[in-house]
T-cell receptor, first 117, second 112 residues
Framework: DSGVTQTPKHLITATGQRVTLRCSPR?????VYWYQQSLDQGLQFLIH???????AKGNILERFSAQQFPDLHSELNLSSLELGDSALYFC????????????????FGPGTRLTVT | QKEVEQDPGPLSVPEGAIVSLNCTYS??????FMWYRQYSRKGPELLMY????GNKEDGRFTAQVDKSSKYISLFIRDSQPSDSATYLC????????????FGTGTRLKVLA
């Protein structure tokens, strides 16, 4: 158990809908990362928050947004869902900024499996 | 060209074999190199990380980095069926620009 929790585990929704995925980082971790993993794309970095501030954006669509709250939990909002958004969405946390000594280890949650029908 | 390239496999080996998993990269700014293991339908878990060129050993696992060739490897000795998983390399850079990039993963199957 990594200490990172994600809810819900599974989500089935229709095209055009909006969903919110939730992540609670490990106790004390300030950084939260969101990833999308699909069969043909591998693990794609979406966005990184550090202590409530957005620090880096990856291949995140404009239909997607995220935020990190004062209690450090994070939410990923996916709107106007398309069939191609079906994937596993992982949240990871680390103690600080990735790449800074002591902060390169990311701990992943169990993921949310999103199915768009 | 992708910044990180990893052979997707699948790679099937008999139990007890030595496994070699590799990644190449193009961005010389990468400074930290990680290997993650991902079991089916689970989140990736960190196996090893290295900072500089050279070897790092942890039990049956050895991580090797060759910055001059932009090439990293993970060796698994005495492979076990429980090692069957997808192995992802990852690299990070933080000087000037922030990056944390994963390879696409290599599926490994160790046959009993």
């Amino acid at each position: 158990d990594s200490g990172v929790t994600q809810t819900p585990k599974h989500l089935i929704t229709a095209t055009g809908q909006r969903v919110t995925l939730r992540c609670s980082p490990r106790s004390g971790d300030l950084s939260v990362y969101w990833y999308q993993q699909s069969l043909d794309q591998g693990l794609q970095f979406l966005i990184h928050y550090y202590n409530g501030e957005e620090r880096a954006k990856g291949n995140i669509l404009e239909r997607f947004s995220a935020q990190q709250f004062p209690d450090l939990h994070s939410e990923l909002n996916l709107s106007s869902l398309e069939l191609g958004d079906s994937a596993l969405y992982f949240c990871a946390s680390s103690a600080g900024l990735a790449g800074v000594p002591g902060s390169y280890e990311q701990y992943f949650g169990p993921g949310t499996r999103l199915t768009v029908t | 060209q992708k910044e990180v390239e990893q052979d997707p496999g699948p790679l099937s080996v008999p139990e007890g074999a030595i496994v070699s998993l590799n990644c190449t990269y193009s961005n010389s700014a990468f400074q930290y190199f990680m290997w993650y293991r991902q079991y089916s339908r689970k989140g990736p878990e960190l196996l090893m990380y290295t900072y500089s060129s050279g070897n790092k050993e942890d039990g049956r696992f050895t991580a090797q980095v060759d910055k001059s060739s932009k090439y990293i490897s993970l060796f698994i000795r005495d492979s076990q069926p429980s090692d069957s998983a997808t192995y992802l390399c990852a690299m990070s850079a933080w000087k000037g620009t922030y990056k944390y990039i994963f390879g696409t993963g290599t599926r490994l199957k160790v046959l009993a």
